[in-house]
């Protein structure tokens, strides 16, 4: 899925090549540092509104890499979310925002019944089942339906350039009976798939596999256009996943 580099008044941003009607998503780039105020969350509800014709309100989390989701309906003005991984709404003209510098952001939404959810998943993230926690509680506090949803897997270190310790995978190993799926061992140290994990726990949780969209776009590697922790740790800037409605 070839996401397509375009121009805004907060530099490069990368969008999905087709989204359903009435819905934003897309991923800010290096061209941004990703640090939020009200001045940078007007900026890019101008973004949302000049790229996508929605109007909307701001809402981000202080992510602490758990699986606290919490329910960020639309409001006056840009809040951050305390203490979160995860935020859905119900509400229309909620924007939702999860900074990524390497972690995998999942964007989900169900248009037929008025719900998005953006989660914020590292491997600690997912090791925790981030994204099935989310799931339940649409499921339990919405009409949500995963059988008629979609999901964007934005841009993440990938399996190229993410190589972790035996301790990571035996984490993973604790909530995924089938991370070896998901491990390349071809190389001196496993190197993990975080966002083939995912789609594989999506589809598993009812989506159809045509619904779950994944950027292929590494954060990590040389010529990436995104921030990248593991590539500039002392850089500090985060791309931001927003998606919209």
């Known amino acids: 899925m070839n996401w397509t580099i375009e121009q805004s008044e907060i530099g490069r941003i990368v969008v999905p090549p087709s989204l359903p009607e ?29 790229r996508f014709g929605i109007n909307t309100t701001l809402s981000s989390c202080t992510q602490v890499h758990g699986k606290n989701v919490v329910n960020a309906t639309a409001v006056e003005r840009w809040r951050e979310c305390d ?4 935020l859905w709404s119900a509400s229309k003209g909620a924007a939702l925002a999860i900074k990524i510098a390497d ?34 509680v649409l499921e339990r506090e919405t009409e949500f339906d995963g059988g008629v949803a979609q999901a964007w897997l934005g841009p993440t270190i990938r399996a190229c350039c993410f190589e972790v310790g035996e301790e990571v995978v035996d984490q993973l190993r604790a909530s995924y009976a089938d991370i070896e799926t998901f491990v ?21 949780r009812g989506f159809a596999p045509e619904n779950v969209h994944d950027s292929g ?29």
């Open 22 to 50: 009435g819905l934003a998503l897309f991923c800010t780039t290096i061209d941004f540092e990703g640090r939020l105020n009200d001045d940078v969350a007007a900026q890019l509800m101008r973004v949302v509104r000049d």
């Open 217 to 245: 776009l590494c954060t990590r590697c040389d010529d990436s256009i995104f921030h990248s922790y593991r590539r500039d740790p002392k850089r500090g800037g985060r791309n931001l996943a927003l998606l919209a409605r």
């Open 184 to 204: 390349d061992r071809s190389r001196v140290k496993p190197h993990v798939d975080v966002a083939g994990l995912t789609a594989a726990l999506l589809v598993q």
């Open 103 to 136: 972690c995998l952001p999942v964007s989900i939404a169900d248009m037929q019944h008025g719900v998005i959810a953006n989660v914020h998943s590292g491997w600690r993230g997912a090791a925790r089942r981030i994204t099935a926690e989310m799931l339940d």
């Open 83 to 86: 203490s979160c991984d995860a």
